[in-house]
């Protein structure tokens, strides 16, 4: 059993005066945000040593509200929420301002709306497939079955929840504290070749491939975008094809995250070891069709790497070697083929005759690589 703190995003299904207060409470954020951060600027003009640590910003928050007093409308929290992230955005950019930048004022076209509640840890907020918003009341929202049970546990502790809207749907993220189980060791190891997509970008030792496309979304974002392009802005035609458009947006990263979650989530059960090259980051697989979009790798890698550390900390996990003659090298006998070519998919062992698959032979080379010791830190 593993004590875990994550994060649990649910579609909600808000009535029509819910929604309504909530983009009220999306405002009332931004509001707040510009209020303070102009406030403190000028400010800062007189006195440059003057320091913008929560406190000082709550202090402000609690001058817009006499000068605004709409913002008592919304729920409280959210308002102080929204101010603590504006001290953190400051305390990140005085730390290291070469890789922060400064905060800066919300443009109502491109804030992200959202607001964000905190929870007693004596409240339960879930009752089966509702949820209670402090001031909004009971919200309908749905999810898979292992959330709905993991929401629904009674050892489960709510830090805050987050309410958020994409322009198309609205959405509740949980922070939770939960415990959770740890995965069997399989004492299985797998090896993994990265190219491109048209032979499977992920092939693995156990002469798996693994092949992803969205080009349908992609042919469908592009065919929209010609009609918009015909319709005048700001119509009634034009307003109709850009939630479309946004339908098929979001259809197209779900799509990408799902496969993600799920690939990751077979391979950290199946297998105690998954070896990769290091060279793995200058490796492009396009996804796209004619778009060449191409495949998180990175982020796929590093989902491997949480959840081998959540739920199997005592596996090797994701390790790395050196990829040099993977391919070249025929994995039966050892002997390297030089006069190999990039575009050779099969080739004959000039040694040993063996009839050899490229990407399936390298998968089984950088698995024995990792055997035999040669791990990342050997490598260098």
């Not at 001058?63 to 605004?68: L, M, N, S, T």
Request: proline residues 2%; aromatic residues 12%.
């Amino acid at each position: 059993m593993v004590d875990v703190k994550k994060g649990m995003k649910v579609k909600i299904y808000p009535t029509r005066e819910q929604k309504d207060c909530f983009h009220r409470n999306f405002g009332c954020c931004r509001k707040a945000h510009n209020v303070v951060l102009d406030k403190y600027n000028k400010m800062h003009s007189n006195d440059s040593n003057l320091r913008p640590t929560f406190t000082f910003l709550n202090k402000l928050l609690n001058e817009a509200k006499r000068e605004f007093p709409y913002l008592e409308d919304v729920e409280s929290t959210s308002l102080q929420q929204e101010i603590r992230d504006l001290a953190t955005s400051f305390d990140n950019f005085f730390k290291n301002p070469s890789h922060f930048n400064k905060p800066h004022f919300h443009k109502k076209k491109t804030v992200k709306l959202s607001f964000r509640q905190t929870i007693r840890q004596d409240i339960r907020i879930i009752q089966k497939n509702k949820m209670i918003l402090r001031k909004y009341g009971k919200v309908k929202f749905h999810t898979s079955q292992e959330y709905f049970q993991i929401l629904n546990d009674k050892n489960t502790k709510f830090n805050n929840v987050t309410i958020s809207f994409d322009g198309i749907d609205y959405f509740a993220t949980f922070n939770i504290d939960f415990t959770e189980e740890e995965w069997e060791l399989t004492g299985k190891n797998v090896g993994c070749d990265i190219n491109s997509n048209v032979n499977g970008w992920l092939v693995t030792s156990d002469e798996e491939k693994e092949y992803f496309d969205i080009d349908h979304e992609n042919q469908m974002v592009k065919f929209i975008n010609r009609i918009m392009a015909k319709c005048t802005n700001g119509s009634k035609k034009w307003k109709k094809q850009k939630i479309r458009l946004l339908k098929w947006y979001h259809q197209r990263s779900n799509k990408l995250d799902d496969y993600i979650e799920k690939l990751s989530t077979e391979m950290v059960k199946k297998y105690d070891a998954i070896v990769f090259e290091k060279n793995y980051s200058k490796i492009k697989i396009l996804i796209g069709g004619e778009q060449n979009m191409v495949f998180p790798l990175t982020k796929f890698i590093t989902k491997l790497q949480d959840k081998f550390a959540r739920h199997k900390p005592q596996a090797e996990g994701v390790v790395f070697v050196d990829a040099k003659y993977t391919s070249k090298k025929c994995h039966f006998c050892g002997n390297i083929n030089h006069e190999l070519d990039v575009k050779t998919r099969k080739w004959k062992c000039p040694n040993c005759g063996k009839i050899l698959d490229r990407d399936i032979n390298a998968a089984i080379n950088i698995l024995n690589r990792w055997d035999y010791g040669d791990s990342l830190e050997n490598a260098k």
